[in-house]
Each structure stands twice: as C-alpha cells, then as structure tokens.
C-alpha cells in the first residue's frame, strides 16, 4: 500500500513515535532495564569502565539533552564527556536506579508529545541548531538510534552478567509471537 502524500506527515510521526516505543528489530531500551537486579547496578562487567548505572544515566540524560536541543531556544551544549556520563568514581543507590528510569519515561513522553506536535515542522531547523542539517527530524532518528544502541549494549552486557531472569520474553517477543501465529 502506497502513503497518499497528504498523509506522509502523519505517517512519518507515527513511525517515529513506533521506533522510540517499540524498537521493531530490537529491544528496547525499557525491555532492557525491566526487572533488573538492585543489587547489580553498580556492576561494572568485565572490561567496560562504567557501571550498569552509568550506561542507564548516559541515555537518560542524552535524551533529555536532545529533547532540551530541540525544544529550548537557549540551548546550550555540555562538554562531551564530562557532562553526558556520570563520573566513574559514582555509584547509585536504589532510588538514584529507580529516579533515573523514571526520568528516562518522563522525557520519552516529551519526545512523543514533541513528536505528535503538528505544529512542529520535522524538516525545518529550529533557529538553536548550529547546522543547517539538525532538523528535528535527524535529532530524533540520532535519539531513536542512540538508546536503541545502548539498549542493545546493556542487553548484552546483563546477559554476559547472568542478570536476565530465566525463561524471559520481551515485549518485542511477546508482540512476535502473538502477530506472527494469527490466521
């Protein structure tokens, strides 16, 4: 089925919003935090020099760093790396674990309300973009592409743990499963 043109806008929005939420191919980023052991989020697997806490709060701010990049006329960027890691000498408690996952889906429904905002043109730069190629159209896929990155990392990196639960579905799976073996 081919998109009417009038409807490509809408269309595009959807599958964006699709991407951030359910990741298609991968898992996502929530999937790869769900049901996580407390006492493990300061693990640093072998040979990696942060812990699972650090890769949490790494996406969690750089996606709140870019939706701030597309919605704040006074934006300003942080020195990379110092303020988009927290520093290895850093652990978190749980309710640190716990603020920064919330934080995470707060800022993933201000993407989605950005997103779905039909006043916003995905195409155009905001006049805050330092080149002329940061529409918010390429933010988001950067956005979409960095926690799907990072998801998959920390996926890996609970499995090379032993930190999954036994017998574990995904949602991406359980959706699988139950949309493949319709009639």
Do not use: K
Not at 73 to 102: C, K
Not at 120 to 144: F, K, N, S, Y
């Amino acid at each position: 089925m081919t998109a009417n043109s009038a409807d490509r806008p809408v269309l595009t929005r959807d599958e964006l919003v699709f991407h951030l939420r359910s990741g298609d191919a991968h898992q996502t980023f929530l999937d790869a935090v769900a049901d996580f052991p407390l006492d493990a989020i300061n693990v640093r697997p072998p040979h990696v020099g942060y812990s699972f806490w650090h890769l949490v709060e790494h996406v969690r701010y750089c996606q709140f760093d870019m939706l701030d990049y597309l919605r704040n006329p006074s934006y300003r960027a942080g020195v990379f790396p110092d303020d988009y890691w927290p520093g290895t000498d850093r652990d978190a408690g749980e309710q640190q674990w716990l603020d920064s996952l919330e934080a995470f889906r707060v800022d993933l429904d201000g993407v989605e309300a950005f997103v779905r905002d039909e006043d916003v043109d995905l195409w155009t730069p905001a006049p805050q973009a330092w080149e002329p190629a940061h529409t918010p159209l390429r933010t988001l896929i950067v956005m979409i592409d960095h926690n799907a990155y990072h998801g998959g990392e920390l996926g890996i990196l609970r499995q090379v743990m032993g930190l999954w639960p036994d017998q574990r579905v995904d949602s991406f799976t359980a959706h699988a499963i139950e949309t493949q073996n319709q009639p």
